[in-house]
C-alpha cells in the first residue's frame, strides 16, 4: 500500500519523494552517499527505508560486495514509482507556492507561476520540460526483471498509443488511467475528481476473463503486442461502465453510426482498469523515426530555435494548396512560428494509411520556409470526439510546447449519424475551446475556410471574398478528390502539388487496378456459394487481376477447422475471412467471401479492414428463410428443426439483415448467370472493371 500523504508533515513528504528518487536514480549508492545526497542523518535514513519497504516502495536486496557499507542495493518498486510521480507534482506545487509567496514579498505582486485551482495552468512555460512518467533506465532494467512475476496485460494498438502519451507527458497531467471517480468526472464536466480540465476518457479496457484475474491492488505488466514489456500499472480501480451513458456524455449520442462508438460497443473491454502506471521504455516505431517527437523533445528543439510562439495545425489528411494558405495566415495572425503535427496513430477507418500521409507532408513541408516551420508526428488515437477532442487536442499541444492551435470547421468530426446529419454543428469545437482556452493556457487560431478565386489566381477565406457575385469561386471537396483519384481524372494544380497528387495516386491508382473484395452474406442455402463461383469464373474469364473464392465451407475445412458454431467462434471465422481478404485486396487481387456472417457489427469490422486498402461490396443474397429451407440440400435445417444443431442462423439464432448493401439479389426464379452478372454490372457501375 502506497504511503499516507495526508498523515505525514510537508517535510516528511519532501524527505520521501527525496529518498524514491535519489533510490531511482542511484540504486546501488550505499546509505551515507544517499544520506548525503537527500540531506538526512542515517538514522533519519534507516527510518525513512522502513517506512518506504512497509509501504512497498522500495525493495531491499543483498548484493556481493567486500564494502561492509554496500552490502545491500534498493530498488525502487513499481509502486514506488508511481508514489514517486505523485509526490514529485506536490513537491512542485509546494515549491511553486513558495517562491510565489517570496515573489510577492519582494515586488508586491504574484510571479503567475502559483498552482490555480486546475493544474492546467500550473506550468505556464511553454519551454520548460514538463513530468514524464519514466523511471531511471537503472530501475527500468530491475522493473523489467520483476515484471517477469506479474500478470501481463497485452496491450492493442489503441491503448499502445495512450500509454506512449501518458509516459512521454503528452496527456499531461495525467498520471495513469483514470480512477472510476475521475473517469465519472471526465464523462459528466470534463473535469477530474479534483477539478484538472480533462475532456476524454482514458481508461484500460479488459475482457472480462482477464478482469476475473486481476484484483484491486494488484501490480501488472503492460507489454505491447509482441510481449515486450512497456510499463507497469498499480490497479487502484475496476468497474464495468456505463457504455450507452459514455457514449451519450463523450460523443453526443449512442449511435453506432459513430466510429468511436461503434467500437466503444462492439470491440472495447467490458471492465475498465484505473489507476497510476510507470513507464519503463517507450512503443518502438521503425517508421519515421527522426519525425517523432516527445513533448519534452520538442520543447527542447523550440528553445534551441528561439521558437517563443508556435501555433500548431492538427491534421489526419494529406495537405494540398488550401491547407498551407491556411496555416501561412495563422501563423501570420499569431505571429507564430508554425508546428505541422499530424496524427499517425488510428484515425478513422478509410482514411489514407499513415506512410502515405507522410510523404505527402515531406512534399509540401518544402513549400514552407525552413526557418519558420517544422513537422513531428503525433501517436494519438482519435476518437472524432467533435467539440471535446478539440479541447483534448489543445491540451496536448499545450504539453508539447505550443501556445496556439488551429481549430477547424466540424474539427474531428466523424461524418454523419444514423439519420444522415452531421453529428457535430460545423462551429461547435470552436465554441467549446474558445470557452476554455484561458484555462488551457493555448490560444486558438479560428480555421477560415479557403477558396479558389480564379480571376485573381489565389486562395482567400471565403468570409471575405466581398465580391463573391463577380468571381468565380473554386473547390474541390474531399469526395470530389477521392472520384478523381479513384477514376484517374486530373486534379488541377490550383487544388494541389503535383508531388503530392503523385504520392496519393501511387496509393490509390485507378479503381480498375486496385483490388477490391465481394462479400456475400445470406442464409444457409441462399445460393451465396454458388453465385460466388459463378461471378469468380466470370472475373477470371476477363482476366488482370488474380481471383481467390473464400467461400464460408472451404474456409472452415481449411482456416478454421477447430472452431465450433458459437457467436464467439463464427465472430472469429469472420473475422479471419476479412483479414485474408484484406491482405488479397491490399496486393491488388480480388476476394469473393461467401460466409452467411449473420452479424452486422462483424460486417462492418470486416468492412473496415478491407476499405483501408481497396473496395468492399456486400452483396445481400435475400433469399427467404422458407426458400432456403425448402431447399436445404445439407439437411441442416431439418436438424435444426429437431434441435440437433444449436445456433442455427434464421432458426434459434438471429440475422441482421443488411440495411445498406451495395447490391442484393433475389435468387428465387431467377438463374444463377443473372445474379452473377447483376454484381458484374455493379462493379462496371462503381469502376472496378472496365466495361466490355
Not at 484475474?213 to 512497456?230: F, H, K, N, P, S
Not at 499513415?354 to 501517436?379: G, I, K, W
Request: proline share 4%; glycine share 6%; net charge negative.
Amino acid at each position: 500500500m502506497a504511503m499516507s500523504s495526508t498523515k505525514i508533515t510537508s517535510e516528511q513528504q519532501d524527505q520521501m519523494f527525496r529518498l524514491l528518487r535519489q533510490v531511482d536514480i542511484a540504486p546501488d549508492a550505499s546509505q551515507r552517499v544517499t544520506a548525503a545526497a537527500i540531506g538526512v542523518s542515517l538514522g533519519r535514513l534507516n527510518a525513512l527505508l522502513k517506512q518506504a519497504t512497509d509501504a512497498k516502495l522500495v525493495k531491499i536486496t543483498d548484493r556481493n560486495s567486500p564494502d561492509k557499507r554496500a552490502r545491500v542495493a534498493y530498488a525502487i518498486t513499481t509502486r514506488g514509482a508511481a508514489e514517486k510521480n505523485k509526490l514529485t507534482e506536490q513537491f512542485l506545487a509546494r515549491k511553486f507556492t513558495e517562491y510565489d509567496a517570496l515573489h510577492a514579498e519582494l515586488t508586491g505582486t504574484t510571479s503567475g507561476l502559483s498552482p490555480f485551482k486546475h493544474r492546467t495552468k500550473l506550468m505556464q512555460n511553454n519551454l520548460a520540460p514538463i513530468p514524464e512518467l519514466f523511471v531511471s533506465y537503472e530501475s527500468a532494467q530491475k522493473l523489467k526483471v520483476d515484471a517477469a512475476d506479474l500478470t501481463s496485460h497485452d496491450l492493442t494498438p489503441r491503448q499502445i498509443c495512450d500509454l506512449e502519451l501518458l509516459m512521454n507527458g503528452g496527456f499531461n497531467p495525467l498520471k495513469g488511467f483514470l480512477t472510476e471517480e475521475d473517469y465519472n468526472g471526465v464523462l459528466d464536466n470534463m473535469r477530474m475528481a479534483d477539478g484538472t480540465l480533462w475532456p476524454i476518457p482514458i481508461n484500460l479496457d479488459i475482457s472480462e476473463d482477464y478482469a476475473n484475474t486481476v484484483e484491486v491492488g494488484q501490480d501488472i505488466a503492460l507489454r505491447d503486442q509482441e510481449g515486450v514489456i512497456l510499463a507497469t500499472m498499480t490497479v487502484t480501480d475496476k468497474w464495468a461502465p456505463n457504455k450507452a451513458h459514455e457514449a451519450e456524455m463523450v460523443f453526443g449520442a449512442d449511435d453506432d453510426a459513430h466510429p468511436a462508438v461503434n467500437y466503444l460497443h462492439n470491440q472495447a473491454g467490458k471492465i475498465y482498469l484505473g489507476g497510476p502506471i510507470t513507464g519503463i521504455q517507450q512503443p518502438v516505431h521503425y517508421d519515421f523515426r527522426g519525425k517523432r517527437n516527445t513533448p519534452n523533445e520538442l520543447r527542447a528543439f523550440f528553445r534551441k530555435m528561439g521558437w517563443r510562439k508556435v501555433v500548431a495545425f492538427q491534421t489526419r489528411n494529406p495537405l494540398h494548396r488550401a491547407h498551407q494558405e491556411l496555416t501561412f495566415r495563422a501563423a501570420k495572425e499569431a505571429q507564430a512560428n508554425l508546428l505541422i503535427h499530424p496524427v499517425v496513430g488510428l484515425t478513422k477507418p478509410g482514411d489514407v494509411d499513415h506512410f502515405t500521409r507522410v510523404r505527402c507532408y515531406e512534399a509540401v513541408l518544402d513549400q514552407y520556409p525552413s526557418s519558420t516551420t517544422s513537422m513531428s508526428l503525433l501517436n494519438l488515437a482519435m476518437r472524432m470526439a467533435g467539440p471535446r477532442e478539440a479541447v483534448w487536442h489543445g491540451l496536448i499541444r499545450k504539453n508539447h510546447g505550443c501556445t496556439h492551435f488551429i481549430v477547424g470547421r466540424d474539427h474531428a468530426g466523424p461524418g454523419n449519424n444514423s439519420a444522415g446529419e452531421d453529428f457535430y454543428g460545423p462551429y461547435d469545437a470552436q465554441d467549446l475551446f474558445r470557452e476554455h482556452q484561458d484555462e488551457m493556457g493555448i490560444e486558438m487560431v479560428d480555421f477560415k475556410h479557403m477558396v479558389w478565386v480564379a480571376e485573381r489566381a489565389q486562395y482567400e477565406a471565403i468570409d471575405e471574398i466581398e465580391d463573391k457575385e463577380n468571381v468565380t469561386i473554386l473547390n474541390i471537396s474531399g469526395t470530389e478528390l477521392r472520384r478523381r483519384l479513384a477514376e484517374g481524372l486530373e486534379i488541377p494544380e490550383w487544388f494541389s502539388f503535383p508531388e503530392v497528387v503523385k504520392e496519393l495516386r501511387r496509393t490509390k491508382p485507378p479503381r480498375s487496378k486496385q483490388g477490391f473484395t465481394v462479400f456475400f452474406t445470406g442464409f444457409s442455402g441462399s445460393g451465396k456459394s454458388t453465385i460466388a463461383n459463378a461471378l469468380m469464373v466470370k472475373l477470371m474469364e476477363m482476366g488482370g487481376r488474380p481471383v481467390t473464392l473464400l467461400d464460408g465451407d472451404i474456409v472452415r475445412k481449411n482456416l478454421s477447422s477447430e472452431l465450433g458454431f458459437s457467436k464467439e467462434h463464427r465472430d472469429l471465422n469472420i473475422r479471419r475471412i476479412g483479414y485474408v481478404a484484406s491482405e488479397i485486396t491490399k496486393n491488388g487481387g480480388i476476394a469473393i467471401c461467401a460466409p452467411i456472417a449473420p452479424y452486422a457489427t462483424t460486417r462492418r469490422a470486416v468492412r473496415e479492414d478491407i476499405e483501408s486498402f481497396g473496395a468492399f461490396i456486400e452483396v445481400h443474397v435475400a433469399t427467404t428463410i422458407e426458400e432456403c429451407e425448402r431447399r436445404d440440400r445439407k439437411g441442416l435445417y431439418k436438424l435444426a428443426r429437431e434441435g440437433k444443431i444449436k445456433e442455427f442462423t434464421g432458426i434459434s439464432d438471429p440475422y441482421d439483415v443488411p440495411k445498406n448493401p451495395e447490391l442484393s439479389v433475389q435468387t428465387e426464379n431467377i438463374d444463377v448467370d443473372n445474379c452473377a452478372h447483376q454484381v458484374i454490372l455493379k462493379l462496371e457501375s462503381l469502376g472496378l472493371i472496365a466495361a466490355e
